[in-house]
């Protein structure tokens, strides 16, 4: 079983819509949670942080459910920029405090 | 403030020999940094994490010998892959986390060298 589990998509929307992407995670003790951005051969760019309460931060929300173990993002009114792969990122709390990556959710914004 | 630059952004290679990557912290302390490779439609994997000054700690299945990685100074850690062959071709990404930056739990990454082994 994967560590950070995502549908790879794509998602194919319409300018305007609102899209939602979910992400499940194994590990119960991870500490911190994150949205990344990624372009097309590019590294990956830090969209939010998630926290327990929710999150909001212009058209993206953030949410988390521990007791779940899934993290979601919803993008409203979608802009044709984007378009990109968005990672799931979890923070598993180990000493050397490094990141676990999800294969991404691409979304394409179509006009 | 917490920009990562790498070079070179892309190397072409013959199989065989070695490859150096360069990650550098421009305007903070990098107390740790960590690199990753992604084969394409993958996601982002730890090859290794390094403090400045001490040895890298290697992710299971990451052989220490073929990818040494050094961190003498707290703005720059290198990765060499050495005697490279086609199926070290991938994405390479760095990232940095330390002093100086407007989160101090926050990796900041640099912009990847894609190497291509031949």
């Known amino acids: 079983r994967k560590e950070v589990e995502q549908d790879p998509g794509p998602f194919n929307v319409p300018e305007g819509a609102t899209v939602a992407f979910n992400c499940t995670y194994s590990n119960s003790a991870s500490q911190s949670f994150f949205w990344y951005r990624q372009d097309c051969r590019k590294e990956p760019k830090l969209l939010m942080s998630v926290y327990s309460s929710g999150n909001e931060d212009g058209r993206f929300t953030a949410q988390l459910n521990r007791a779940s173990q899934y993290i979601s993002l919803l993008i409203r009114d979608s802009k044709l920029s984007d378009s990109a792969t968005y990672l799931c990122v979890v923070n598993e709390g180990t000493g050397r405090r490094a990141l676990t990556f999800g294969s991404g959710t691409r979304l394409q914004v179509q006009p | 403030g917490a920009v990562v630059s790498q070079h070179p952004s892309r190397v072409i290679c013959k199989s065989g020999t070695s490859v150096k990557i360069e990650c550098r912290s421009l305007d903070f302390q990098a107390t740790t940094m960590f690199w990753y490779r992604q084969f394409p439609k993958q996601s982002l994997m730890l090859m290794a994490t390094?403090?400045?000054?001490?040895?890298?700690?290697?992710e299971q299945g990451v052989e220490k010998d073929k990818f040494l990685i050094n961190h003498a100074s707290l703005t720059l850690s290198t990765l060499t892959v050495t005697s490279a062959h086609p199926e070290d071709s991938s994405f390479y990404i760095c990232?940095?986390?330390?002093?100086?930056?407007?989160?101090?739990?926050?990796?900041?990454f640099g912009p990847g060298t894609r190497l291509t082994v031949l």
């Open positions: 390094s403090n400045e000054g001490s040895k890298a700690t290697y």
């Open positions: 990232s940095a986390r330390g002093s100086g930056t407007p989160s101090t739990d926050t990796q900041y």
